[in-house]
């Protein structure tokens, strides 16, 4: 996602980083961390770690959307890691696997290793055959240290095609970055593979905040078409009351406009997130060592896509008609919950993220204005999503 310089300090031949082997193309990252011979790709510029809260310093290690990319005829590839775990907190456990895409499609996945900061090998075996695009999309979380990608082999590995596709920034809860589900199944993946976008996932599991230098961040990513999804969080975490939510975005949308003021921008609400959720503004918080407490705000998950709606709302009728609003309903709803889609009562899983995704594509392709259906109607809060409304980044 970083547009000027690679890994060793290089312009990138196509963008973004590249490994210091001078071949291997870091999409998605927002920065490397060099160590004695490995990288470390981060989705918050390392040098501002400080400036933010901790557990938004944790979520973004996690590497969703962050992906190897070169070109090879090789049966056989071997990615050297350390892989990076917890002990405690919204990241320990099993870290969710790799996952091998050929030619732009996802093709199998592979376990990670659960032996932190150890050397460990995932193993790429039966490879196609012939010269083929490849991808290695990065665990969602929560870090990875990467040695070296090597032919097993012995073919040669080149530099990926250069990737022109328009670019699509998604900023989010662990939603969006993909909790529980490879990379590549996390519902901006599947939807960027359906509309032949490059992806930026800035999801930050529980740290959704609309925090002014994530707006920032967001902002300086060069980006064709931007989409927040915002809410979940902050009803889960109750960091923002009703008086701060509207200024907030407010704000975190100013600081986009600043530096992007023709990209077109989204805010899709929170999708349904359970019965006591949607009517009730307390939460439950799990804080270091696991210790569960309650949490009491003043903002059911519904009276927040009131105040989302609304403020998109303000802004339109102020002139930026590229910035719309989608209920997050509109993408998965209590009947998907009760379906069996969200199993613990707060995540879509690998199906209802790829339910998703599939949705969102389908409301772009079909070029027409999309609205907040029959949960929240605003006639200035219409959703105008269609794809001739991208832009060439810059």
Known sequence: MHPHRTAAGRPARSGGFVLPDGVTAVDGAVDLEHGDG?????????ADLELHHPLLAVAAMGTSGVRLRCTTASRHLALHVQQ???????????????????DGEPVREAPAPDTPLTDAVVDLPDLPPGEKQL?????????VRIRALHAVDGRPVRPPAPDRRPR?????????????????GSWPAVAARLLGLRLGNLGYGGACLLDPLVARLV??????????E??????????????????????FLAAIRDRRPEVPVTVISPVFGGELRETTADSWFHGPG???????????????????????????????HRLTYLDGRE???????????????LHPDAAGQRLMGERWAALLQQGEPMTSGHHYRSSTAEMCCNPSEFRTSH
């Open 219 to 228: 902002a300086e990513q060069p980006a064709d078409r931007i989409t927040l």
């Open 135 to 143: 991808e290695i999309w990065l665990p969602v979380c929560p870090g």
């Open 290 to 320: 696991g210790v569960r407490r309650r949490v009491s705000g003043d903002l059911t998950l519904q009276r927040i896509r009131e105040v989302l709606a609304e403020a998109v709302a303000v802004r339109r009728a102020r002139g930026d």
């Open 230 to 251: 915002i809410g979940i969080n902050v009803h889960n975490s109750a960091a923002l009351r009703d008086r701060t939510l509207g200024p907030a975005l407010h704000g």
């Open 84 to 102: 990076v775990t917890l002990a405690s907190g919204p990241a320990a456990g099993t870290p969710p696997p790799y996952a091998l895409v050929v």
């Open 38 to 46: 490995w990288v470390q790709p981060w989705r918050l510029p390392r």
């Open 331 to 345: 993408l998965f709803a209590a009947a998907d919950a009760r379906a069996g889609l969200m199993p613990d009562g």
């Open 168 to 184: 699509w920034t998604v900023y989010g809860s662990s939603i969006t970055q993909g909790h529980g589900v490879a990379a590549t």
